[in-house]
């Protein structure tokens, strides 16, 4: 029973790109051009040629497979012994980056058997040391932030910005609004209120938010951070910012 699929499909199955699908069927020389129907469109995987195809495939693999084994092995001998094989490549940067975030155990699987492990390890050695040098540097000149003096230093702040923004805030713009509208005052005497208020309340948290950034870059400690009660409830605008 003659089994068609498309050469789409074909290519998925082999794990190979359409293109080199098409150029095995539509080649004069290609292996496959006996398995592809009338139209061009489906191969017939239960073809003699799609057959024989698999087999030298296999055999291709099976003679990949063990001339990697006995090069492996000719490697480990060599390295075993402390002598390089000749024409050893030099450290890749890109190997280098990719050690370091592997574990020793992978980096032993990885790169184990080459006569250059040695000169891997030597390199991502090098790395680290550069790496805590650029960092020992960053922390002299104080550019160094770390995650938690941002978190308890301005995560705060937004925090308690934002409780404040959508609590008693809200209400007291409501309510100037409302006057506003009573008094029968311009759109754009409001606007500049509600400007004012937001302009007040955003520059005093900035300032908030600086202050106790340089306090805990100095002691690790912010004084003028709000306990959980301001900020679960929401200390009054009206109060915080007169």
């Given at each position: 029973?003659?089994?068609?699929?498309?050469?789409?499909?074909?290519?998925?199955?082999?794990?190979?790109?359409?293109?080199?699908?098409?150029?095995?069927?539509?080649?004069?020389?290609?292996?496959?051009?006996?398995?592809?129907?009338?139209?061009?469109?489906?191969?017939?995987?239960?073809?003699?040629?799609?057959?024989?195809?698999?087999?030298?495939?296999?055999?291709?693999?099976?003679?990949?497979?063990?001339?990697s084994r006995?090069?492996?092995?000719?490697?480990?001998?060599?390295?075993?012994?402390?002598?390089?094989?000749?024409?050893?490549?030099?450290?890749?940067?890109?190997?280098?980056?990719?050690?370091?975030?592997?574990?020793?155990?992978?980096?032993?699987?990885?790169?184990?058997?080459?006569?250059?492990?040695?000169?891997?390890?030597?390199?991502?050695?090098?790395?680290?040391?550069?790496?805590?040098?650029?960092?020992?540097?960053?922390?002299?000149?104080?550019?160094?932030?770390?995650?938690?003096?941002?978190?308890?230093?301005?995560?705060?702040?937004?925090?308690?910005?934002?409780?404040?923004?959508?609590?008693?805030?809200?209400?007291?713009?409501?309510?100037?609004?409302?006057?506003?509208?009573?008094?029968?005052?311009?759109?754009?005497?409001?606007?500049?209120?509600?400007?004012?208020?937001?302009?007040?309340?955003?520059?005093?948290?900035?300032?908030?938010?600086?202050?106790?950034?340089?306090?805990?870059?100095q002691d690790?400690?912010?004084?003028?951070?709000?306990?959980?009660?301001?900020?679960?409830?929401?200390?009054?605008?009206?109060?915080?910012?007169?």
């Amino acid at each position: 029973m003659t089994c068609w699929v498309t050469k789409a499909n074909f290519a998925r199955q082999q794990q190979v790109q359409p293109s080199t699908i098409s150029r095995w069927v539509r080649h004069p020389d290609g292996p496959l051009v006996d398995a592809l129907d009338a139209r061009g469109d489906k191969i017939d995987t239960d073809h003699p040629c799609v057959k024989r195809f698999f087999d030298s495939q296999d055999r291709k693999a099976d003679r990949r497979t063990l001339a990697s084994r006995r090069a492996l092995e000719e490697e480990e001998e060599d390295f075993e012994s402390g002598v390089p094989t000749a024409g050893g490549a030099s450290p890749n940067f890109a190997d280098s980056e990719i050690i370091q975030h592997l574990t020793v155990a992978e980096v032993a699987t990885r790169f184990g058997g080459l006569p250059m492990f040695t000169e891997y390890v030597k390199t991502f050695n090098v790395l680290q040391d550069a790496r805590k040098k650029e960092l020992a540097n960053l922390k002299t000149e104080g550019t160094l932030v770390s995650r938690d003096l941002v978190r308890a230093a301005v995560i705060t702040h937004l925090d308690r910005l934002h409780r404040r923004l959508l609590t008693d805030f809200a209400e007291s713009i409501t309510r100037l609004i409302y006057g506003h509208c009573n008094a029968g005052d311009a759109v754009e005497v409001a606007k500049l209120t509600v400007r004012d208020r937001i302009g007040a309340v955003l520059g005093e948290s900035i300032e908030r938010a600086i202050k106790g950034f340089t306090e805990l870059n100095q002691d690790g400690v912010a004084n003028d951070d709000p306990d959980p009660e301001t900020l679960e409830s929401g200390v009054g605008i009206e109060q915080e910012s007169g």
